[in-house]
């Protein structure tokens, strides 16, 4: 005659089995952040790829990074998407709400999924009236800001290995923070503005003199999305990808301008 488990026993391997699976399941949880990071590291690394494609192809100067909405102007997304030959790198696994619309609709967008915003910074101390534009792509149609001609060329970035070309800008997070009229239709994706732009927070860029503790976007890791274990993936304007902590990128812009990884035109 077979004997029964007592409930002592069965208690215990209840117990074995809770202790297992607490074990375990934040492990399989880090194997699948790991994968989705590396994913978007795929992602944004071919995306860098298809944007020295299109500088062959146009003369080595960088599509726009934001249109103004009513000049009808394509932007670095449009520019890319012939060279990709895959519109799914746009978006990064971590944008939970890649697909979604932007603006103040609740229903969904069944395009091409935005996850990644292109490197617009743009220094108002040095040239308080011009706007200088210090990354690689500006706004279109309005010069002033855009740098002028030639202003938003391969050639006039110093430091292209260091300089961050795109960031994790996702539309999960826009939709929690951004509207100003009915521009949220063009502008959200698009574009880092100047490291006092704060007013408009989703543009800001990462600055690591702010406080650690105030909210998206306006803390240390400005508008980069950071969903990887507080990390982030970028791509460079020469083209190699790298996840980093966003802070990482601008530690301390006044006594440490070297380091801001998003001023294309610095020395040192």
């Known amino acids: 005659m077979k004997r029964a488990f007592t409930l002592i026993e069965l208690l215990v391997v209840i117990a074995i089995i809770a202790i297992l699976a607490a074990i375990l399941f934040p492990v399989f949880a880090q194997a699948k952040q790991a994968a989705k990071k590396t994913q978007a590291l795929s992602n944004v690394k071919q995306l860098g790829t298809s944007m020295h494609i299109y500088l062959a192809d146009n003369d080595d100067v960088f599509p726009s990074g934001v249109g103004t909405g009513w000049y009808g102007d394509a932007l670095w997304q449009q520019k890319l ?13 971590g944008d939970g709400r890649a697909y979604q619309k932007h603006g103040g609709a609740a229903d969904d967008w069944m395009g091409v999924g935005i996850s990644f915003a292109a490197n617009g910074y743009m220094d108002f101390w040095t040239d308080p009236i011009g706007f200088q534009l210090r990354g690689p792509m500006g706004i279109t149609g309005e010069g002033w800001l855009n740098g002028g001609v030639g202003e938003n060329s391969f050639s006039v970035m110093s430091r292209p290995a260091d300089t961050i070309l795109l960031a994790e800008k996702h539309n999960e997070d826009l939709k929690k923070v951004y509207w100003i009229g009915n521009m949220s239709s063009f502008w959200p994706s698009s574009m880092f503005f100047g490291h006092n732009f704060n007013v408009w927070g989703p543009a800001s860029i990462p600055d690591g003199t702010l406080p650690a503790t105030a909210a998206y976007p306006n803390g240390r890791a400005g508008a980069v999305s950071a969903k990887f274990n507080e990390s982030s993936v970028f791509v460079f304007i020469d083209s190699h990808a790298k996840a980093m902590k966003p802070v990482q990128t601008n530690p301390n812009k006044t006594a440490q301008p070297e380091r801001n990884m998003w001023d294309g035109k610095r020395e040192g």
């Open 81 to 93: 998407a012939p060279y990709t030959k895959n519109l799914g790198i746009f978006t990064s696994p």
